[in-house]
């Protein structure tokens, strides 16, 4: 069964800080591996996508990480902001066709002051 | 400008009636989907349509059924409810069908509670 687990489930960080989440995912035949973040009461926003051939991927403070060996990609918040609190969902694409995504249930990040 | 947009953002309803969620996306986007985040912040994939044609329906229980009038909208009815039905039902709209590289653009969410 295809999964994607995330750590940690939730994380707290004073503003300035760094984080990095995880994502471990099962899901196979790979096509893409995704992060969205998502704001208490809003829908999903993507930040990064990355393929097979994709070790790293920048968006801003967000630098996303892949390493398809593994089956292992990691999201790092550089100079945390108190805007940075929110959901982060790690979403791994099935390749094959079709609208194939699996969910990670997320880490919740908190920026405090 | 609002991508895809969703209503009623809030919905509280009795056991048993019948009610719609209404979505639109103004991004000239091929395929449009209905996604269901549960109170675990889980989201699942319930239905994707792509030009009028449903391509997905993940054992979604026939209760629920997606209505595209046309390519810009694609609404969500669902018919005698059920208290497990309480979560949050999420529209999206993609380029193309399949998602391989293409970015997918979600709603604002409609929060659904069944009493």
């Known amino acids: 069964k295809n999964q994607v687990e995330q750590s940690p489930q939730s994380l707290i960080i004073l503003e300035g800080k760094n984080c990095t989440l995880q994502?471990?995912?099962?899901?196979?035949?790979?096509?893409?591996l995704r992060w969205y973040k998502q704001d208490t009461g809003r829908g999903p926003v993507s930040l990064t996508i990355?393929?097979?051939?994709?070790n790293t991927k920048s968006n801003g403070r967000y630098t996303a990480t892949l390493d398809a060996d593994t089956k292992q990609s990691s999201l790092h918040i550089t100079a945390s902001q108190l805007s940075d609190s929110a959901s982060y969902i790690c979403?791994?694409?099935?390749?094959?066709?079709?609208?194939?995504?699996?969910f990670g249930t997320g880490t919740q990040l908190k920026v405090e002051l | 400008d609002t991508a895809v947009s969703q209503t009623p953002k809030y919905l509280v309803t009795q056991m048993g009636n019948d009610k719609s969620i209404k979505c639109e996306q103004n991004?000239?986007?091929?395929?449009m989907y209905w996604y269901k985040q549960d109170s675990k912040k889980f989201l699942k994939i319930m239905f994707s349509?792509?030009?009028?044609?449903?391509?997905i329906n993940e054992t979604v229980p026939n209760r629920f059924s997606p209505k595209s009038p046309d390519k810009a909208h694609l609404n969500l009815h669902i018919n005698s409810l059920e208290l497990g039905d309480s979560a949050v039902y999420f529209c999206a709209s993609s380029q193309d069908y399949g998602l391989q590289n293409t970015e997918a653009f979600f709603g604002q969410g409609t929060r659904l509670t069944v009493v």
């Open positions: 994502c471990n995912y099962t899901v196979s035949p790979f096509s893409n």
């Open positions: 990355m393929t097979f051939s994709e």
């Open positions: 349509y792509n030009n009028k044609e449903l391509i």
């Open positions: 991004l000239g986007h091929d395929t």
């Open positions: 979403v791994v694409s099935e390749a094959g066709g079709g609208n194939k995504l699996t």
